[in-house]
T-cell receptor, first 115, second 112 residues
Framework: DSGVTQTPKHLITATGQRVTLRCSPR?????VYWYQQSLDQGLQFLIQ???????AKGNILERFSAQQFPDLHSELNLSSLELGDSALYFC??????????????FGEGSRLTVL | SQKIEQNSEALNIQEGKTATLTCNYTNYSPAYLQWYRQDPGRGPVFLLLIRENEKEKRKERLKVTFDTTLKQSLFHITASQPADSATYLC???????????FGTGTRLQVFP
């Protein structure tokens, strides 16, 4: 158990809908990272937050947005869903000193299926 | 453009042999490189980190090398076991950023 909690574990929805994925980092970790993993794309970096502020951005679509709240949990919002958004979405956290001193701790992921 | 390449073909080896996985990168100046293990349907799990000024790092049966001239890292598992069967991902990060970029991974299958 990494200590990173993601909900829901599975989600099935229709095209055009909006969903919210939630992540609670390990106790004491200030950084939260979101990744998308699909079969043909591998693990794609979406966005990172540090103590409530956006720190780094990857190839995140405009239809996607995220935020980190004062209690450090984070939410990833996906809107106007398309079939191609079906993927595993992982959240990860790192120690306050940052990932240059160690690893990312990944949650078990939220599997999104868009029908 | 920046690219991290791992062999997309699965690596099949016999138990007890040494597995060697390759990670090549282009258009990167990484400060450090990490290796992760991922089992099907699970989140990646950290294995090792190596910095650009380190040539080699070891942890139990694992060894990682980092050659910034060749722009390549090699990941070795000695005395491999069927339990080592998984997908192995390399990931790079540059200085002054916390953005960790992953390769597509190589699936390792160790058979008895």
């Amino acid at each position: 158990d990494s200590g990173v909690t993601q909900t829901p574990k599975h989600l099935i929805t229709a095209t055009g809908q909006r969903v919210t994925l939630r992540c609670s980092p390990r106790s004491g970790d200030l950084s939260v990272y979101w990744y998308q993993q699909s079969l043909d794309q591998g693990l794609q970096f979406l966005i990172q937050y540090y103590n409530g502020e956006e720190r780094a951005k990857g190839n995140i679509l405009e239809r996607f947005s995220a935020q980190q709240f004062p209690d450090l949990h984070s939410e990833l919002n996906l809107s106007s869903l398309e079939l191609g958004d079906s993927a595993l979405y992982f959240c990860a956290s790192s120690t306050p000193k940052g990932i240059n001193t160690g690893e990312l701790f990944f949650g078990e992921g939220s599997r999104l299926t868009v029908l | 453009s920046q690219k991290i390449e791992q062999n997309s073909e699965a690596l099949n080896i016999q138990e007890g042999k040494t597995a060697t996985l390759t990670c090549n990168y282009t258009n990167y100046s990484p400060a450090y490189l990490q290796w992760y293990r991922q089992d099907p349907g699970r989140g990646p799990v950290f294995l090792l980190l190596i910095r650009e000024n380190e040539k080699e790092k070891r942890k139990e049966r694992l060894k990682v090398t980092f050659d910034t001239t060749l722009k390549q890292s090699l990941f070795h598992i000695t005395a491999s076991q069927p339990a080592d069967s998984a997908t192995y991902l390399c990931a790079l990060a540059s200085y002054n950023t916390d953005k960790l970029i992953f390769g597509t991974g190589t699936r390792l299958q160790v058979f008895p």
